[in-house]
């Protein structure tokens, strides 16, 4: 993860007990600031398993990483959902966009050659070309293996409501729209992942 653009930590092999703090350290960043009592979730693609966290609080985002580790060490891809929500999600539910009442941050998906990504015309050849596609300083920059996921962290956390919805999932999409007008022949390698209900790896 690179945070700030500043430090970057690789987490290959690494002990499990670094691999948790590491999984923390990321949560503290999104979720810290969060003062209301406010759920998230764990997401894992092969059994469509969803566990909920009220990351409000230290403990339970402390409990959020250590079966996030967990879930990992199954062999499970595991997933987390980006913005927060007032009910803890339905068991083995994704969560929809009526149900976010809570974003910590804008975020983008840059997608790397290799793994399941195998377009070589759509997809850039490593990390470093990746990173030359973000016009703007980021927040944190994270490297999810065959993927790079940048953030740009709100000083103030936003309320989602009926009323902007709309508007926040726009000013999402725009933020992707410039990281792609910036990766010219390789746009199709940032994914669309504006919508308000999104989980990316972790």
């Keep these: 993860m690179l945070e700030n653009t500043k430090s ?13 703090e590491m999984a923390l350290r990321f949560l503290n960043l ?6 209301e009592r ?8 092969q059994d469509k398993a969803t566990y909920p966290f009220a990351v409000s609080s230290p ?3 402390i409990a959020m990483a250590k079966k996030a580790i967990e879930l990992s060490d ?7 959902g980006i913005n927060l929500m007032n009910e803890p999600p339905a068991r083995n539910t994704r969560v929809k966009a009526e149900f976010v009442t809570l974003q910590t941050a804008t975020v983008a998906d840059i997608d790397i050659l290799g793994g399941e990504h195998t377009d070589s015309n759509k997809y850039p050849a ?3 070309m990746a990173k030359g596609f973000l016009p703007f300083p980021v927040s944190m920059l994270v490297d999810s293996g065959y993927g ?5 962290l709100y000083a103030k956390p936003i309320a989602i409501t009926a009323e902007n919805r709309s508007e926040v999932t726009k000013r999402n999409k725009k933020f992707i729209d410039s990281i792609r007008n910036c990766a ?3 746009a199709k390698a940032v994914d669309s992942v504006h919508d308000l209900p999104r989980v990316l790896r972790l």
């Design 38 to 45: 406010l759920f998230g979730y764990l997401w894992t693609k």
């Design 30 to 35: 999104l979720f810290g600031a969060v003062l």
């Design 126 to 128: 490593n990390i470093e």
């Design 148 to 152: 790079l996921h940048p953030y740009c």
């Design 184 to 186: 010219g022949k390789y």
């Design 74 to 80: 199954e062999g499970k891809d595991v997933y987390f």
């Design 59 to 61: 403990d339970e985002r």
């Design 8 to 20: 970057e930590v690789q987490p290959v092999n690494v002990d499990k007990q670094t691999r948790i």
